[in-house]
């Protein structure tokens, strides 16, 4: 007999996944145990938990647009740096004048 619905052990890992949340905090939420949701992701993780293709494919997508949304702001904060040892370095040099 089992006790979850494949719609459930799904939706639990999703959230492990998506969220970051540490599998104790977020099996204690949902009143399960952190064991049982750990072996739930190991199986999603080796292909065995029966998640759709188009399901990674979505996630695949947005992990692409966001590594592209992470790249442009790692590029941003390189000229902001950038711009701000320059203004340092001459006002340093101002100071000592």
């Known amino acids: 007999m089992e ?3 494949a719609e459930f052990r799904k939706d639990a890992v999703s959230l492990v996944l998506s969220s970051g949340r540490p599998i104790k905090q977020v099996a204690r939420e949902l009143g399960i145990s952190d064991t049982t949701l750990g ?3 190991r199986a999603e993780r080796t292909g065995g938990s029966g998640l759709t293709k188009a399901t ?3 996630d695949d997508a ?3 647009a966001e590594n ?3 790249k442009r702001r790692v590029a941003e904060l390189e000229k902001e740096r950038e711009i701000l040892k320059r203004a340092t370095a001459f006002w340093v040099k ?4």
């Not at 101002?94 to 004048?97: C, I």
């Open 94 to 97: 101002e100071s000592n004048a």
């Open 3 to 5: 006790r979850h619905n």
């Open 56 to 58: 990674s494919v979505t």
């Open 39 to 41: 072996n739930w992701i």
């Open 68 to 70: 592209r949304r992470l």
């Open 62 to 64: 947005e992990m692409e």
